[in-house]
């Protein structure tokens, strides 16, 4: 058994807070609204998996300096977005060679950093030892939280580190793979949301399988380019934190992105869409550094580009696939 501080009491904290008590695991869940916790301790529900009976033994606790003290493993489950704020409010209490996990997936906008370097960031001057794990994959919350198997990657530099994290979420629930490239593995994770605002896009629009099929591949094909660009390794984007990961994205109803996209093809505003899905929709927050990452690293994302265009070009869905059915003929 190992103590476990969950910080961040969303649907995917949760599905993770829940999967880790069921196996055995001291739990606490830390969360910036106390109404979140009061809702959690008093139903044992949370209010968008409102089918699945959480564990009793999970704790909830308010101050973030109890929840973090005396941890194995602290596991970031914020969006992406406050991933930098929850790690400033934790800096005190965390120890130099900290073991923590991120499972939020982002590019943060202003530094292009992933969310494992943004964690080190905040750390580098109180917690320069701390070790730090990309926890990724095809990992939908609704399913994670109901029990079903679901294979994942714990990726770090440091093999070690991200063999420790593998140990405590191997189960028979979970199917954990080690990986050393962080950066791709986190890469993906960010990326196929906005391939999965695409696919969603392409469904609203009434387009079929054969749309879907080709924006998958050749989405993940835009994403392994950047990659490699950016000195990650070919083989992680073939793997569960890439194509397997992007698949459930761009195809499952629980998607966010692809819900999203959905909506927008049928005519709603972004704005609109967002609001209908009610809750965060992480391909829009990464879309500005994606296109900055590209920029920088001169990498050619027509699909991520055509995204862009759609939600803030005032560019029409089927404008945008006009425009890139129409492109250039080349090799693949």
Not at 93 to 99: C, E, H, S, T, V
Request: net charge negative; hydrophobic share 45%; with cysteine.
């Amino acid at each position: 058994m190992r103590k476990i501080a969950v910080l961040g009491a969303g649907t995917w904290g949760i599905a993770l807070a829940q999967a880790l008590a069921c196996d055995g695991h001291e739990v606490t869940v830390w969360s910036a609204l106390p109404r979140e916790l009061d809702v959690l301790r008093e139903t044992s529900r949370h209010p968008n998996l409102p089918d699945v009976l959480l564990s009793d033994k999970l704790l909830y606790e308010q101050e973030i300096a109890v929840a973090c003290r005396d941890k194995d493993l602290l596991l970031f489950a914020v969006p992406s977005v406050y991933v930098r704020a929850t790690a400033e409010l934790a800096k005190p209490y965390i120890k130099n060679g900290q073991l923590i996990a991120d499972a939020a997936k982002g590019i943060e906008k202003d530094t292009l950093m992933t969310m494992t370097e943004v964690i080190r960031d905040v750390l580098s001057d109180t917690a320069p030892g701390a070790r730090v794990v990309a926890l990724s994959g095809p990992t939908h919350a609704e399913e994670v939280a109901a029990g079903l198997p679901t294979a994942i990657v714990s990726a770090c530099e440091d093999v070690a580190a991200a063999g420790e994290v593998q140990d405590i979420f191997m189960s028979l629930q979970f199917r954990v793979y080690r990986n050393s490239d962080a950066r791709g593995v986190e890469l993906c994770g960010a990326l196929k949301n906005i391939i999965a605002l695409a696919a969603g896009i392409s469904h609203g629009l009434g387009f079929g399988d054969n749309t879907r099929a080709a924006i998958i591949t050749r989405g993940m094909a835009e994403i392994c380019r950047l990659g490699v660009a950016m000195g990650c390794h070919t083989e992680t984007f073939h793997g569960l934190a890439g194509i397997g990961d992007l698949v459930v994205t761009c195809t499952s109803a629980h998607s966010r992105n692809n819900t999203a996209g959905t909506l927008i093809g049928k005519g709603y505003s972004l704005e609109d869409a967002i609001k209908k899905v009610g809750m965060v929709v992480e391909g829009v927050n990464a879309l500005p550094a994606a296109l900055d990452l590209a920029r920088k690293y001169e990498v050619e994302l027509p699909i991520i580009g055509a995204v862009h265009a759609v939600l803030y070009g005032g560019v029409k869905p089927v404008d945008a696939v006009n425009a890139l059915m129409g492109r250039a003929r080349k090799a693949e």
